[in-house]
């Protein structure tokens, strides 16, 4: 069950009550260094927020969509549920960590990510990921103790998925953050169908120019999530890693079609493991 900590009164990750002398802080989802390689006009931050359980009896998957439509500049939002001292230390080094990699990579320079760069990036997307379900604390569905895990580690925990690919599509530029969380059941579970139902797995999508980032983590034991045709092509698995490097740009790229159809394979998998 994911435990909402009270973020207005503690960090989120070191469980410290805010003082003067270690403030709470704000975080960016798309840092400031990054801010200059993301040109074009930004739209306003969409985050569509899908929510979903399959009923036991009939076998059916219901959804209840329900977006928010954000005013003002995504760039420029900050998450504030972290204290000043982690914000400014291992956090801070994550960022500087991933820059190099992730700089190349949002503007589509030729390079080459190896297995430890890909773990650096799975760390940063870990991080990202985390601190964006805060944006929509409704859906959230990483639990304290994988926060804990990540925060004690500094590695995403083993039930994290994360894909990259390299996204060439128009209409997600530069920016895109969306949040999708599910409940997921056993068969004849007896867990009643409820309107707000507790969510144990989530779906994050981030784009950062040509960066295209899909994490998803469950803690139902055995819950699984693959992609069918062309888009298993079009995703690099990074962790756990599958390859020992990925070439960058990935071919065959993403257009906005398949950046859409990854971004919502939750709920087409909720059927499978159902
Ligand atoms: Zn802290």
Redesign the pocket.
Known sequence: MPKTPDHKQR?I??D?IYTPENKRSGEHIWPEWMHPLLSGKRKSHMGSKIKGRRDIQNRKVFIWPSSKKRAGDPVSKRMNV??S??NSGWMSRTESSVKPILSRMILGTPCIITEDEQTILARWSTLKAIIAEFDDTEHMAISGSDRNMFYQKQEPPPKFKIWIGYYMGNDLLPTYYNHQGIQVTKKGSSIPFSESPMFNTQATTIICGKFYLYLVSSSFEGFEISFQGFVSLQMRRIWPALDRVIEWPIVPEMNDDDARLVSNSLMPSLIKNG
């Open positions: 960090c990750f070191c410290v972290v204290c001292g982690c």
